[in-house]
Structures are given as C-alpha cells and as structure tokens.
C-alpha cells in the first residue's frame, strides 16, 4: 500500500474470492457482505450466470469507441426506459459522472431557455459525488473543505422542506432545477416524505424547472422498485444511476425525458469508455437476471425482515433512536458516534458500515436469502447492545 495515494482508512482485510453474499479473506474466513461493495454487487459476488455472460462478452468485444453504434447500449438504454419511463440515455463509468452529465444538461437547458446562469436547488446531506461540480453539490462540508473554488450555481436547503425550495427561488430568480436523492444513502438513510416529493413535482411543472432524482444508490431494485422514486408515483425529468447497474463493471447514466430530453446535441457531451460493450452487456445481464429472479420482491422481503429482525432485537435500548430504510437500503441511527462498529463487525464476519458518524447502513446484496438476513441481524444486534450498553469513554 505505501504507493496508494492516502485516500482511504482501509479495514485491514483484503478478499479473493465470494460467491452469493460471501467474502473469503485471504485466510480463508467467510464474511457476510452486508454492504455489497457499497450497494453495487446487487447479484452477490461470482452470480454464475452474469460471469458466463462476462467471459463470453470479453472474448468478443470489450471496447470499440462511442464514434460508432453500439448494440448493447442501445438495447441497455431501451431496457432502461422500458423500466423508468424515460426516453434517453447517455451512459458514463461513475456515479459522479453520471451526476457531471445531468448538471451540465441543467446548464445548457438553462442557456436553451434564457437562463444562462441556471442554478440547481440541492439538499443538506445530499451526495451526488466528488468530482468538483458533484461536491459542490454535496452537502458534507468535510468532503467539500480544502477543494475550494468550487463551480458555483448550487442553492443548499433542508432536506424534505418544500418552504425551503420556494424561498430558495423567492431569493434567486435564476432557479432551474431541483435535485435530490429520495432515499439519502450518505446522507444517513433518510427517506424523503411522498407527499413533499409530490410537491416538489408540481413545483418544478408550475416553474419550469427540472426535477432530477439521483438514483445512483437507491436505483436498480434495492428499495424494492426499480427505482426509489418509484414509490412516490410521480414521474422525475431527468434521473441517474450507477452503483448496481453494473454489478462491479464500473457504469454509469443520466436519462432525461420530456422538457429535459432532446437538450444535448452531437459534440455537446461526450466520454471515450462511457457505454462500452462490456459494461453495456453487464447492465442487460444484471437487469435480466434481477427480473428473471424476483429480486425486486426479495429485497423488499428480505429488508422488512431484516428491519423487523433489528426492531425485536433491539427494542427497549437506549441508544439506538431509529431503525429506517426502504427495502435493502437500511440505517439504523444511534444516539453516538459509532464507527468503531465497523471493526467489531468486522471481527464477528459481518460487513457493514457508518455513515453520518452514527447510522449503521447496511446494503446487502438484492439475493440475499431469509437465513442470511436472520444471520445480519444475529451477528450485529448482540454488537449493537453491547456498544450501546458501554459506559461512555
Ligand atoms: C455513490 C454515490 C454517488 C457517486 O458515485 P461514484 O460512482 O462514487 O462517483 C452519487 N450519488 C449518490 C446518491 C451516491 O450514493
């Protein structure tokens, strides 16, 4: 590691293979994934039918270049707004770059529209990446400090406070889109209220904004739809995605339809590895394998019983002030910094992780079996106790 650039705290474990929802380290001990790669490995590690898929790929084409056609982004891109309702699609290699795509749409919509200095509304404790335009609509200030200048035409508000919003554009004319995850993952598993969603919906229709949803964390089935914004019946203009798409190969997109589609032209945006057949082909494997097994409804019931696992076991401590989520999307928010739990779970085979210093967020993989859920719970809520029962230090 002494040539790794320092940007990671790194657990002192490394893995060399998995199968399903399993780890082995290079001691040969098992881990349950409880995080799948940060909501990305929605098929657990080594899904045999999506390796076959990749090794046939592979020995055919991998890269070719955006300057010609491309079969399996068109058929990913149809797929994918067979699934959303969108109607096209440009596809990136990252959440964040996913994210840079819709922001530079808001920019040359505005300038389309007469605003050439489009600002975005975006929220407290949002996270939509760390390339320089993606922090500076990030909400963590930790994540933000030392980058400075940042690229301007953001407005921060309060997440799930419709008010906010409407001051926000009351204060600055130049208002042109909203933008929001409806299901915070780094913001600490807060579930964004249907009826303000809603709201903001008929908000950015009575103004002529775009409402963009970042579904790079909640998209891909992990909340039990497709995509989160899926549970509050509205329809966004513009939507990313990235983490499961690719089940590890890296991908990632913006779509856009109505008012938002149609904005980019050829020349306007562009990418050398973006929607490549590689990770084009990982996406229509993923998504396939995702519907041929019932994936979707097994992330809904293996997260309600992984929520209700935790509010038995764990009822009557003090400490732990709420357990939340949406299907395999999970926090469970305590009242005190507890990334020490990592390492302990760590310890008892369990991967998992802290967000916001004290919500434990699990995001295990979507096939994740009903043992294996009863197992997340067995393994973290006797660590739970104990770390809330401890004195303080
Ligand atoms: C992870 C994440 C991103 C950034 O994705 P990268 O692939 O790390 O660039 C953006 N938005 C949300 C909601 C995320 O969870």
């Avoid at 509205?234 to 990235?242: F, G, K, Q, W, Y």
């Avoid at 995702?290 to 992330?299: C, K, S, V």
């Amino acid at each position: 590691m002494a040539h790794l650039m320092n940007t990671y705290a790194r657990l002192p474990v490394a893995f060399t293979h998995g199968r399903g929802a399993w780890l082995i380290d290079e001691a040969g001990n098992e881990y349950l994934d409880a995080l799948a790669g940060i909501a990305v490995n929605g098929l657990g590690h080594a899904h045999p039918r999506l390796t076959a898929a990749l090794a046939e790929q592979v020995g055919r084409l991998i890269h070719t270049s955006n300057i010609y056609q491309v079969r399996e982004q068109e058929r990913l891109a149809d797929r994918l707004c067979e699934l959303s309702g969108m109607t096209e699609v440009f596809f990136g290699n990252s959440g964040s770059e996913a994210n840079e795509g819709a922001l530079k749409l808001v920019r040359l919509y505005g300038h389309q529209h007469g605003n050439p200095e489009a600002q975005t509304v975006v929220m407290e404790r949002a996270w939509h990446g760390r390339t320089l335009a993606t922090l500076a609509a990030t909400g963590s200030e930790k994540a933000r400090k030392g980058f400075d200048p940042l690229p301007s035409g953001f407005i921060r508000v309060p997440y799930n406070d419709l008010q906010a919003v409407e001051a926000a554009a009351a204060h600055d004319g130049r208002v042109q889109a909203v933008w929001l995850e409806v299901l915070q993952g780094e913001g600490g598993i807060q579930v964004a209220d249907r009826d303000y969603v809603r709201a903001l919906r008929r908000l950015c229709d009575e103004r002529g904004w775009l409402l963009m949803i970042d579904e790079v964390q909640s998209g891909i089935a992990r909340t039990g739809r497709w995509f989160g914004y899926q549970w509050t019946d509205i329809e966004p203009d513009v939507i990313t995605l990235a983490k499961g798409l690719g089940s590890g190969v890296p991908i990632g997109c913006v779509l856009a339809r109505g008012r938002a589609a149609g904005v980019f032209g050829p020349g306007s945006h562009g990418t050398t590895f973006g929607g490549g057949p590689l990770a084009c082909r990982a996406g229509l494997e993923t998504l396939r394998i995702i519907e041929e097994e019932g994936l979707m409804a097994n992330a809904a019931a293996r997260g309600a019983q992984i929520r209700a696992g935790f509010s038995a076991a764990l009822a009557g401590v003090a400490g732990v002030k709420a357990i939340r989520g949406q299907g395999l999307m999970i926090g469970i928010e305590l009242d005190r910094p507890c990334g020490e739990l990592v390492r302990q779970a760590l310890a008892a085979r369990l991967l998992i992780n802290v967000t916001q210093d004290s919500v434990i967020r699990l995001l295990p993989p979507l096939v994740l079996g009903e043992r294996e859920a009863d197992a997340i719970v067995a393994r973290l809520a006797p660590l739970v106790r104990a770390f809330c029962n401890a004195p303080a230090a």
